[in-house]
């Protein structure tokens, strides 16, 4: 395990008693207390106290006082489902999406992503936790390949982490191809030892912020032996498990090819279901797998951005009401959980042509009490006396969010990431008064923005023959179709 001692002394981090005094408190505890002109105490990493106004100053006399005057607090986003890494995507790949009905090819999109140095890879990393930060962030599910590579750029971000490194055996092949399915042995026994030296490394480092679970990649990219080796080494290392599942119509065709059976039925089978699963997208699917989903209290990343870019929708209502735990991811492209809450009530009112539910309220907590508890972190995601300090202040004093009368509900259908004044995890101010204060912002975009022109034009001068996406920045289109 590593020490947490190399983001003690980053600038802003300090274990102190804070308290934040005049805030509109939405805990999304189980009764749904609002609490205006609150108080909350955070002594070190955990909240001390929540109290009514003037209640908590005599007991806290030596806190750093904050004054949340016109502003809402709120538990911090769980994000249960991204890969950082793929923010090297956005821009191109919103308008492109696999096909739902035959012929399957097999992959995302018709343009692979292009291969990023290590150096390049960190600093798309750091970007992806400023949009994450910034939007009102805590915790993130990371799925990557070579975590290694980017474990201490996550660490020094100040967020909360479960890292999964991704594991695999499928050669030859993408997600989506019903085509043969090649099993490369040493491919699994690889991957599945990189996702156990990541655990090794680095589960409980920067102060326990750092967790490891594992990734299975999809139903059709494992074979039985290797889900059933991974089944074992989840319970060895007794953590959180991921896969993509019931994603696109070809991982259905693919396995219906390949197992005679749809991919929920799949994982049944081969024992890799359980209620430390986190199932991202479950779009494609059949009402006899949602309720085996259910049965077996499985996870859900409901990832309603990238599902309605995609065109497709998961029938969230029925996973909850079969037994699943529905949680909030962004998947790729992006990291905005504001975009997402929001894109998540508006697909399930259409879905259910319901104009009534989800709630706000409903919403928030698929994002924020569900979602730490996808992630299986105790005490976190609803703000109560006891549980982590992970939490951020919403500023409510803009044009579009004035009046502000019932804040769940206008932070949900009017908030932006810009309202997002401060984001606390740990006990740690990670950005104050929109000052990130563990990243260098203006940097890192500038230098973020420099890799994604080059790492672009590079894949499009190697590979001319790939179709060039429209509206592409005049530079790039040139170097495309030189
Ligand atoms: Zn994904």
């Not at 290590?118 to 949009?131: G, K, L, S």
């Not at 042509?353 to 992630?375: F, H, I, K, Q």
Request: with cysteine; hydrophobic share 40%.
């Amino acid at each position: 395990m590593r020490s947490g001692s190399a983001t003690d002394h980053i600038m802003g981090f300090s274990h102190m008693t804070t308290l934040i005094i005049n805030a509109t408190i939405v805990t999304l505890d189980s009764r749904g207390a609002v609490i205006a002109n609150g108080e909350i105490a955070i002594h070190e990493n955990t909240i001390a106290a929540i109290g009514e106004r003037g209640e908590l100053q005599p007991r806290f006399a030596q806190a750093e006082v904050v004054d949340a005057n016109g502003k809402i607090a709120l538990p911090g986003f769980a994000n249960t489902h991204t890969h950082f890494q793929l923010l090297i995507a956005k821009g191109i790949y919103e308008d492109l999406s696999p096909p739902h009905r035959p012929p399957f090819k097999g992959g995302l999109a018709p343009i692979p992503t292009p291969d990023l140095t290590p150096e390049e890879t960190r600093i798309i990393c750091q970007a992806a936790a400023i949009e994450a930060i910034r939007s009102g962030t805590t915790a993130v599910l990371e799925d990557g390949m070579s975590i290694e590579t980017y474990a201490d750029v996550l660490a020094d971000s100040g967020l909360r982490y479960l890292i999964c490194e991704r594991v695999w055996d499928r050669a030859n092949a993408q997600i989506g191809d019903p085509g043969p399915f090649e099993q490369d042995r040493s491919l699994g026994q690889n991957t599945m030892q990189k996702a156990a030296d990541l655990h090794t490394r680095w589960h409980g480092a920067a102060d326990g912020r750092i967790e490891v679970g594992l990734a299975a990649w999809a139903p059709d990219m494992c074979s039985p032996d290797l889900l059933r080796q991974l089944r074992k080494l989840q319970d060895d290392l007794s953590c959180t498990a991921t896969i993509h599942l019931n994603q696109i119509w070809g991982e259905v065709a693919a396995i219906q090819s390949h197992r005679n059976l749809l991919p929920t039925e799949y994982l049944d089978d081969v024992g890799f279901l359980s209620d430390r699963l986190v199932c991202a997208h479950c779009r494609c699917m059949d009402p006899r797998e949602e309720r085996l989903l259910g049965q077996c209290e499985c996870h859900v990343a409901f990832n309603s951005a990238i599902a309605a870019r995609r065109g497709l929708s998961p029938r969230i209502a029925d996973l909850e009401r079969y037994g699943c735990n529905i949680g909030m991811g962004s998947d790729n492209m992006s990291e905005d959980m504001v975009e997402v809450v929001r894109t998540g009530v508006f697909m399930e009112r259409i879905r259910r042509e319901d104009g009534c539910n989800p709630t706000p309220e409903d919403a928030l907590r698929w994002a924020t009490v569900n979602g730490y508890r996808s992630l299986g972190i105790a005490r976190g995601g609803w703000l109560a006396p006891g549980n982590k300090a992970d939490l951020i202040l919403v500023n409510t004093h803009s044009a579009h969010m004035v009046p502000m009368l019932r804040p769940a509900s206008c932070f949900v259908h009017q908030g932006q990431p810009s309202d997002v004044n401060s984001v606390m995890v740990d006990g740690r101010w990670v950005m104050r008064d929109r000052t990130i204060l563990t990243l260098n912002e203006a940097e890192i975009l500038g230098e973020a923005q420099a890799v994604a022109e080059r790492a672009w034009t590079r894949l499009f001068k190697a590979q001319p023959g790939l179709p060039v996406p429209p509206g592409l920045m005049p530079g790039l289109q040139s170097a495309a179709t030189s």
